[in-house]
């Protein structure tokens, strides 16, 4: 598995989350509940890519480390 390859996508995408982020922040015309709401999902979405990340690492280290045995 090339985990690099991974996280560099995932990374990608966790950019373009943090442009979708200043856009809402930036949208003046919402107020702060709504800015709140239209941040919930941005933020949730992260979180849960940086844990899939996360988890693939350790994966990865766990059946390096299982093939070195």
Not at 12 to 17: G, R, V
Not at 23 to 46: A, F, G, I, R, Y
Not at 52 to 68: D, F, N, P, T
Request: glycine residues 2%; hydrophobic residues 40%.
């Amino acid at each position: 598995m090339n985990v690099d390859f991974i996280e560099d996508k995932m990374n990608e995408i966790i950019k373009e989350l943090e442009m979708e982020v200043m856009t809402v922040l930036m949208d003046e015309s919402l107020d702060k509940k709504q800015t709140n709401l239209h941040m919930k999902p941005l933020t949730s979405t992260k979180k849960i890519l940086n844990n899939a990340l996360e988890s693939i690492k350790m994966v990865e280290k766990l059946g390096k480390e299982e093939l070195e045995k």
